[in-house]
């Protein structure tokens, strides 16, 4: 608030000063302040903007670094078989919590990631990593 009847108090100062050296510069003046007040306008919020921009890719890597730490913590498949050796079907891999054989892969960050996982179709566990070449 205080801020606000600061600017205003500075802005009713130049406007005073504005009429007293409008027969000598025109009038100019008025349209300088107006415009150099907008172009302050500009940049503070475009700073703002910019902070924020970076808060959020800040942000949003960290998502990524966490959703890689996890994916890199998961077990290989040789290792979850080492781990589960009854999850080792003549077909393929069981989920080691329900034995349903019915398992999917996902991309880490997309679909078409390199980076993948094979989870459980039945109850949503995660198994173990792989990772395309
Ligand atoms: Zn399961």
Not at 6 to 17: I, Q, S
């Amino acid at each position: 608030m205080l801020y606000y009847m600061e600017m205003l108090g500075a802005f009713v100062l130049f406007m005073f000063l504005g009429l007293m050296f409008s027969p000598f510069l025109g009038g100019c003046f008025m349209i300088m302040l107006v415009l150099f007040l907008l172009g302050g306008f500009i940049v503070f919020f475009s700073i703002n903007f910019i902070w924020f921009l970076i808060a959020g890719l800040i942000f949003y890597s960290c998502g990524w670094v966490v959703k890689f730490y996890r994916w890199h913590k998961l077990p290989d498949m040789h290792k979850y078989l080492e781990q589960n050796p009854q999850c080792r079907l003549s077909h393929g891999v069981a989920c080691n919590h329900c034995n349903s054989d019915n398992i999917k892969h996902t991309g880490l960050f997309n679909q078409n990631s390199r980076w993948r996982y094979y989870t459980c179709n039945s109850c949503g566990h995660t198994l173990y990593r792989f990772m395309v070449l």
